[in-house]
């Protein structure tokens, strides 16, 4: 993990888009997936149906692997593959 040799203005820029906005979705994924009831999902989304078991598929493990993917990657601990 790598801070920028610039101002604290920077460095607050640093952490706080490339730190603490992924760690913020993964808590929020995880909340939403896996604390909340059914129940409460269910209607804040609308149904029971195809769609929702598909949100609640992907909502908890597909999107905090992906978001973790993002992380690691904009803090420097995956290589850049881009050539």
Not at 64 to 75: C, E, G, H
Request: glycine share 10%.
């Amino acid at each position: 993990m790598s801070f920028y040799k610039g101002t604290i203005y920077n460095n607050v820029d640093y952490i706080t888009s490339n730190i603490m906005l992924p760690i913020g979705g993964v808590f929020i994924t995880v909340f939403a997936a896996w604390v909340m009831c059914r129940n409460s999902t269910a209607d804040e989304l609308g149904g029971t149906g195809f769609l929702y078991k598909l949100w609640r598929l992907l909502a908890r493990f597909v999107a905090p692997l992906a978001i973790l993917f993002v992380f690691l990657k904009a803090v420097g601990l995956l290589p850049d593959l881009s050539g």
